[in-house]
C-alpha cells in the first residue's frame, strides 16, 4: 500500500509537470497565431514628427501599431520576452555595459513591453519583433524562439532615446540630445543596424535560429 501511494505521487506531480509544459507551449502557439506574418523587409525608423516632440517616441515600422499588452498578455509577453529570468541587466545603448540589475517587476513599472509582430516562420523557430517603451525613449528587439517559446537570441535593432545634453550657446545653454539607431530584417535572414555614430553592425538568422554577427 505504501508503495501504492508514492507510485501515485510521482505520477501526479510527472502529469502535472507535463500539463504545465503543454500550458507554456499552448500560451506560445496561441500568441503566435493571433499574428499575421509580416513581409520582409522589416525595417525600424523614427518620422521627423516624432523626433521634434519629445513626448512622442512612437516608432514608424511599415505598418504603424500600437500593441499595449493587457494584463494577461503582458505575463505571456514577460514569460517569452524574458527568457525566463527574473532579473533583467539595462545596459548603456552604445557599449552595452550593464549599468544595473534590476527585477522585472520593478523594470516593467517604468517600462511598456508589447509584441509588435511576427516576422519570421521558419521550420525551426519564430522571429518576432518586441517594442519598449520607456518615459525618455523607445527600442525594438527582435527575438528569435523555439516552437516551444524558448528565447534563442535577442538583439537590439533600433532605437530613439535622450542620450544626454550639448552646448548650444557661450552663456552655459544647453540642449537635449537624441540618439537613434536604425536597422533592417532583410528577405536573405540578414540583419544590419545603423547608430549613425559610424557603427553599421551586420549579422545573420542561422537555421537553427541562433543570431550571429558578421563581418
Request: proline share 1%; charged share 25%.
Amino acid at each position: 500500500m505504501k508503495h501504492s501511494l508514492i507510485l501515485i505521487g510521482f505520477l501526479f506531480v510527472t502529469v502535472s509537470a507535463i500539463n504545465a509544459q503543454a500550458q507554456s507551449d499552448n500560451d506560445f502557439l496561441s500568441l503566435i497565431k493571433s499574428y499575421e506574418v509580416d513581409s520582409l523587409p522589416f525595417c525600424t525608423k523614427y518620422s521627423e514628427e516624432a523626433k521634434s516632440n519629445i513626448e512622442s517616441y512612437s516608432f514608424d515600422i511599415n505598418q504603424s501599431r500600437e500593441r499595449h499588452p493587457s494584463d494577461e498578455a503582458e505575463s505571456i509577453i514577460r514569460k517569452f520576452f524574458f527568457g525566463g529570468r527574473k532579473d533583467v541587466y539595462v545596459q548603456n545603448i552604445w557599449d552595452s555595459d550593464t549599468i544595473e540589475i534590476v527585477s522585472i517587476d520593478n523594470y516593467l513599472e517604468s517600462n511598456i513591453v508589447y509584441v509588435n509582430n511576427v516576422v519570421i516562420k521558419a521550420q525551426k523557430y519564430i522571429g518576432m519583433v518586441f517594442g519598449k517603451e520607456e518615459e525618455e525613449g523607445s527600442e525594438m528587439y527582435f527575438c528569435t524562439f523555439t516552437k516551444k517559446g524558448e528565447l534563442i537570441s535577442k538583439i537590439s535593432f533600433g532605437f530613439y532615446a535622450h542620450a544626454g545634453s550639448y552646448s548650444i550657446d557661450d552663456e552655459g545653454g544647453r540642449a537635449p540630445y537624441y540618439a537613434e539607431k536604425i536597422g533592417c530584417i532583410n528577405k536573405d535572414y540578414s540583419i544590419i543596424t545603423d547608430d549613425g555614430q559610424g557603427e553599421i553592425l551586420k549579422y545573420k538568422i542561422l537555421a537553427s535560429g541562433k543570431i550571429v554577427e558578421f563581418k
